[in-house]
């Protein structure tokens, strides 16, 4: 391990049910790895589990993001700051990027920032020429729109995947094992651009050919009272579980036998990752940044969004024939393992502060 020599503020949104913020706590963790200390600032870290946030350093700066507070709030931190200021900034989502904006100029800092998902409909992005000095863009798929989108060079965006914990080397139970009822499952904030009733008409379509199955929702959002509601309608509710969870999904992707992912549009898909890296069979819409993980047959597969016909009929298959099922679930291990692991993430986030700070003169 070397001597940490840089000093990076990780400027993150209220820690939430997401891979964005997980996203967050893996370069806490590691960075120290690749010579860099680094700290964390947000309006909300209650739903980081005490034992996760004592040993990193993580800063709660409440009503950082109301307006009127939040210029009480970034006075504090600009003095919190005056004795040990940031080598670097990084934001860690769009929405706090005029805050991180704000504190690179007061610091006289350069600014990098990770986007993981698509601009909405009407949003703008205001990345300033002069000290945002790079975009960390989680998939081709992301790029490719922030070009479209944005005024931002392509020389400014660098593409890093997401990373995960791998468990390549570690004795897993199989999956659709015989001696216990089938799992299949999602997990993530639940919200419409996650495609979840679709999820839910596929349970439907799968119960009606084998009822000997189970099936398990995991995560919270805006969407959880309408989704709990239509499964109800469906009269599936009593085969589907919700488990409200808090941002480790690890139990929740244990219990399951395959993942599905049946979002809308998708910038990566890191909790998809994480189900790959303990063995389990994906199914995953072919969107966004989905095609840089999945080829369809080998490592997962691969159905058309919105719609419920085509997932169930991929759940079936895999219920049939679980030998193929672990198969795909063992090739997507090793697909994480090589291409997807976390210290690959950590090692290319460090060697572009390396790079920015390195061809950084602010006070040009």
């Not at 990076?8 to 860099?36: H, I, K, M």
């Not at 709660?60 to 970034?74: A, D, K, Q, S």
């Amino acid at each position: 391990m070397s001597d940490p020599q840089l000093n990076v503020l990780l400027l993150a949104d209220r820690f939430e049910v997401r891979g964005s913020s997980t996203y967050t706590l893996r370069l806490a963790r590691n960075l120290g790895e690749y010579g860099v200390r680094a700290s964390v600032v947000s309006p909300d870290v209650q739903l980081v589990e005490t034992d996760q946030r004592d040993p990193l350093s993580i800063a709660e700066y409440t009503h950082f993001c109301i307006p009127l507070w939040g210029r009480v709030v970034m006075r504090t931190l600009l003095n919190d700051l005056k004795d040990d200021p940031p080598d670097l900034i990084h934001v860690q989502s769009r929405s706090m990027l005029s805050y991180g904006t704000r504190l690179a100029r007061r610091l006289g800092r350069p600014l990098v920032m990770t986007v993981h998902d698509y601009l909405g409909p009407h949003e703008r992005m205001r990345f300033h020429a002069r000290y945002g000095q790079r975009i960390i863009a989680v998939s081709e798929s992301v790029k490719s729109e922030l070009l479209n989108r944005t005024r931002v060079s392509e020389g400014l965006i660098t593409v890093i995947h997401g990373g995960v914990e791998s468990a390549c080397d570690q004795q897993l139970p199989p999956v659709l094992d015989p001696g216990h009822v089938p799992v299949i499952g999602t997990a993530g904030p639940l919200e419409a651009a996650k495609g979840l009733p679709y999820f839910l008409g596929a349970v439907k379509r799968v119960l009606s050919v084998d009822a000997n199955v189970e099936f398990l929702i995991s995560g919270t959002g805006p969407d959880e009272g309408n989704l709990r509601r239509l499964a109800q309608q469906l009269a599936i509710d009593e085969k589907v579980t919700f488990v409200p969870n808090l941002l480790d999904f690890s139990k929740s992707l244990a219990a399951m036998d395959v993942f599905c992912l049946p979002s809308l549009q998708q910038g990566f898909g890191t909790i998809m990752l994480e189900a790959m890296a303990l063995a389990k069979p994906v199914i995953a819409s072919g969107v966004g940044g989905v095609d840089s993980v999945i080829r369809d047959n080998e490592t997962g597969l691969v159905v058309p969004p919105s719609e419920s016909g085509p997932l169930a009929d991929r759940i079936i298959e895999l219920l049939r024939d679980p030998v193929r099922a672990r198969a795909i679930g063992e090739a997507g291990r090793q697909l994480v393992h090589d291409e997807f692991g976390v210290e690959k993430m950590v090692r290319q986030t460090a060697d572009v502060y390396h790079d920015v700070l390195a061809g950084t003169d602010l006070a040009a």
